[in-house]
């Protein structure tokens, strides 16, 4: 069985295939939008990070502990997918997720070959579903794995800003570790929870529009 805080802290590491290099987390088209204009306000990253954590990401984190719970309970993980969808308007979004949860899962099936006895082979899955099964297997915890989805999200919304905008990255790391109480909300929140229908249902909708937008930019440096 592999050490569950290695997995935690391998899984969260940008140079994986999966990595924030190819996302920003929404980052991009918000940019794009006004936020932090000129790179002036770049406090707004942070609000920006810290919304998404109250919302986007809650449904994110969510899916992925009941995923993590189904598969350890023999009932088959992809119940939580219409979930995840109802809670995820934007099919931008959710296509971005799919990606995602792709490349997560021909990872896993490298690394961990368990998994693929609970999700079906290089197939299109929202990545919070995938990322709860490979907890499953990998012996994560529900806390764990919420606040590596929730570090993930957070971590990749900052490393973007140093691509998108004037940054100092030590600047940028102290927006991460402001950002460290939110994520322990995002765990409080999520981490007993063990049903389909108790996964949050946290709107967003300007990060819905600015995925949508992005979707059909002819020019941009990240795909989400």
């Known amino acids: 069985m592999p050490y569950a ?17 190819t996302q920003s987390a929404g980052l991009e088209p918000a940019v794009r939008s006004g936020l932090a204009a000129d ?20 449904v994110e984190a969510g899916t992925a502990v009941v995923a993590r719970h189904l598969a350890l309970s023999g009932v088959d993980p992809l119940a939580v997918v219409d979930h995840w969808a109802a809670r995820t308007p934007s099919a931008a979004m959710r296509a971005a997720s799919a990606r995602m ?3 997560y899962l021909r990872l896993a099936e490298r690394l961990w070959p368990d998994v693929v006895r609970h999700l079906p082979r290089d197939t ?25 989805a ?33 994520i322990e909300l995002v765990v409080d929140a999520v981490a007993g929870l063990t ?29 989400a």
């Open 101 to 103: 949860g792709r490349g």
């Open 195 to 223: 049903e389909p229908h108790q996964i949050p249902a946290c709107g967003a909708p300007m990060i819905d529009l600015w995925a949508e937008q992005h979707a059909t930019a002819k020019m941009r440096l990240f795909h």
């Open 124 to 148: 299109e899955l929202a990545r919070p579903v995938v990322l709860g099964v490979i907890a499953a297997v990998t012996g994560l915890d529900p806390a764990q794995v919420a606040r590596l």
């Open 39 to 58: 790179g002036r306000a770049l406090e707004e990253v942070v609000g920006y990070a810290r919304d998404r954590l109250r919302t986007v990401v809650r």
């Open 150 to 182: 929730a570090y993930d999200d957070a971590q990749t919304v900052v490393a973007a800003s140093l691509k998108l905008l004037p940054v100092d990255p030590a600047a940028a790391a102290g927006w991460l570790v402001e950002l460290h109480p939110h």
């Open 5 to 21: 805080e290695t997995v935690a802290l391998m899984l969260a590491d940008a140079r994986l295939p999966t990595g924030g290099h």
